[in-house]
């Protein structure tokens, strides 16, 4: 391969690689290491290409901003077209206007979302894939939203717990008014200074992302407080601002100092290959309720709902107010007393993440009695009753097959989320039977098919999940998804060792090379195409690094990326069309000459199965079938 040459400023950015240098960067972080010269690796090729990855990945992405372009413009130009821009834009960085939009809430009022144009969403991920990491060292353990391996499962498992195990049952809920809307710059700014974000420009550039002007119905607004919702970088500004929040309310009991003993009470346990399992603190806590009068609470957060546990009322009142009032003074944020309130859950629901829960007895214990939020259960009723209209009386025949395929993946969808729900089969019971209950005169309408107890499930997934079930129907052939069947599933609490930012994988394993990755990275520039070096990435992991012919490991020097059909006219370098093959492999694939042919296969032993997928490949390439039996050295 021909060797590029490069300026002095991008041969000092190719020395960090994107993936390695999260990992420490997280390992700094945790070290309290302040990171002052990070603009280098914000800019460098790997870290570019990687946010181009990643923004791909994002619905999103093909949404246009103020400029009108999308994704698919950025596609169509050179990797080095695409690195240059960014670098240019980012020496004197002034963002272009947000587009703004108002999307429905459930509660009939509109939400506002903010959309940056495709060019400030790419440089939003290129500095989220270098903030992420050292932020992430620095998080509270319960903070659940909008971070890597955490999902609404662990923030609704943490509240099971903290209920039925450590038997807190007084739960103070504070509404923010507008937390988005109203964070404070100057504030935000400070806070990701104390984190460890200490590099001048990176922090010009992140204040000119926050004052950048917003189009709203052809008037300009220059926000001075808030973050917009709808761009890549504010979930991640947003927990930031939080996260002072997680920590007062973690020293004030949970994390607080004592001094007698070398540990303070607190003791680690880890498994059988040393990793971290829990912290131990029982007998620190059992210090501080003997000889102090400190407050007993924990919080759970996702995004910008929060609640905070305490064993008693009196406690949970001081909670509250000592709450309210530092968010007003730290932090300049303004609570709604209307929404704000404290519940007993032996006597009433609290409502978190779409599911309302509260404590029954049981024996000599309290346990989790749970059900989908009213709110929750109406809007499914009604999304889904809007589509069963559309099955049951079509517009068009043709259409038929889409609605059908709509209301399956909503009914799957729903059943994935709410199955937290300790009491979701009965919710589920009652939805069924308003959504599909009055269809019993489907069978006499003429307008569509008719619904039949008998028939095929084609999927395997769907025959997993629900072929046992009795409320199986089918229309025109097609499995209609049972609204009613759904068990519960214990929410999962998070692993202490899953971390996006610490390696725990072997190459040996599935015969990915890292090496072979960072090669692929830092050479995209070889590929004709930035769309074809990312999909021949993605390809190359998707075949666990081996031929997709023979299965044998692949390395730099003998890997070739091929199209499966030749492009001929107008390129097609999507993942479909791609295949990593080992050389000789792709050598064979297009060779035409017999007695080339020959050599190839003499240390090339093939099975009928190999040999089916290289005549194939010959095929899409308009050439002759390779005779295997003709040849010696094939593995019958």
Known sequence: MAKRIVNKAERNAERYDAKEIGYQLYEDSLKGKRFDRLMPMIVSDQNIILAYRNICKN????????????????????????????????????????????IPKDNGKERPLGIPSIWDRLIQQCVLQILEPICEAKFHERNNGFRPYRSTQNAIAQCYKMAQIQNLHFVVDVDITGFFDNIDHSKLIRQLWGLGVQDRKLIIIIKQMLKAD??????????????????????LLANVVLNELDWWVANQWEMFKIKEGSTGYEFTKVDNEGNILTIDRTQKWNKLRAKTRLKEMYITRYADDFKIFCRDYAT??????????????????????????ITNLRKNYTTFLGIKFKVVPKGDKWIIRSHMAD??????????????????????????????????????????????????????????????GKSNGMNHNKRCFPIEK???????????????????????????????????????????DVNKYVRKYSDAENCISFEVMKYMMENAHLYPTLEMADNALSRYIAQKGKCAVTHNALTIVDMVC??????????????????????????????????????????????????????KLREYRELEMIQFEDYIGTKK
């Open 316 to 341: 949970a009142v001081k909670v509250m107010k000592a709450t309210k009032l530092w968010l007003a003074e730290n932090l300049h944020l303004q609570t709604s007393d209307e929404k704000s309130g």
């Open 59 to 102: 619905n999103g992405s093909k949404t246009p901003g103020t400029d009108g372009k999308t994704i698919v413009e950025i596609q169509k130009l050179p990797i080095e077209m695409v690195i240059k821009t960014i670098r240019n834009k980012l020496n004197y960085y002034q963002p272009q206007k947000v587009r703004r939009v108002e």
């Open 375 to 436: 709110k929750s259960k109406v809007k499914v009723i009604s999304k889904l009753g809007s589509v069963w209209k559309d099955i049951k009386n079509p517009s068009k025949q043709s259409e038929l097959d889409k609605n059908i395929s709509l209301y399956n993946a909503m009914v799957m969808g729903m059943h994935n989320y709410y199955c937290m729900a300790t009491l979701v089969s009965s919710d589920f019971a009652e939805i069924a039977f308003k959504v599909t």
């Open 562 to 615: 091929e199209h499966i059909k030749p492009c001929k006219g107008e390129r097609n370098d999507t993942y479909r069309n791609l295949i990593i093959l080992s050389k000789e492999v792709s050598d064979l694939v297009g060779e035409e000459n017999s007695n080339k042919i020959s050599k190839l296969l003499k240390n090339l032993p093939l099975t009928k199965e190999m040999q089916d997928k290289i005549n």
């Open 214 to 235: 917003i189009l709203f119905n052809d008037i300009v607004i220059t926000p001075e407080t808030g973050t917009p919702q709808g761009g890549i970088l504010s979930p």
């Open 454 to 496: 008998q028939g095929e499930i084609t999927s395997k997934y769907i025959l997993d999940k629900y072929g046992k079930s009795k409320q199986c129907r089918w229309i025109n052939g097609r499995m209609i998804v049972p609204v009613g069947y759904v068990s519960y599933e214990y929410p999962k609490y998070k692993r202490r």
